[in-house]
């Protein structure tokens, strides 16, 4: 009945494996130096190549202004469980940053949707690196996405570094 089944803490739960999808293309070949978030990369144009068997899931995709990018942090460093984040100095708990060395390694980004040429996507504000594998895509619907929201933590007084922050390679394998 189990076939890929692990026991972690005594709960019997499925083995999660995760299969790119497509790639990610972009002018940064390396960590160092990309924006680190959308918003700091504005302008910044790349595509995504989504493999020929996924590309039928890409219809009607091309009627949505911005997309989530979800994609593997293929260059990062091994899992921390406390970092020091990009625009901060303190050693901080990894879950209340967006810092690459995670335990699931995975990123998401929201960039513009420029349009699409077959499995091609061309997009604009990317912050990832080139030959990143892609995960998923979904649409952005603001309605479902966007919140008021009251705090954001430590980033309160940080926030305003973000338009010149870049990856220093403190993550990076």
Not at 129 to 141: A, E, F, H, Q
């Amino acid at each position: 009945m189990y076939k890929n089944v692990i026991i972690l803490d005594g709960f019997k739960m499925e083995k999660i494996t995760y299969k790119p999808i497509g790639l990610i293309h972009s002018p940064f070949k390396e960590p160092k130096g990309v924006p680190i978030q959308p918003t700091a990369a504005a302008g910044v144009r790349g595509t995504v190549e989504v493999f020929p068997q996924y590309s039928g899931g890409l219809d009607s995709l091309g009627e949505f202004s911005h997309i989530l990018l979800l994609y593997h942090f293929h260059l990062s460093s091994p899992p921390h469980l406390r970092v020091r984040p990009f625009m901060d100095e303190k050693l901080r708990g990894v879950f209340s940053t967006r810092a690459p060395s995670r335990p699931n390694p995975i990123g998401i980004s929201l960039v513009r949707l420029l349009k699409i040429e077959g499995n091609i996507l061309y997009i604009q504000d990317v912050d990832i690196i080139d030959g990143t594998p892609l995960l998923d895509i979904k649409p952005y619907v603001p309605e479902f996405d966007v919140r008021d929201t009251g705090r954001i933590g430590w980033l309160e007084k940080n926030v305003k570094k973000l338009p010149t922050a870049r990856d220093d390679g403190r993550f990076s394998a």
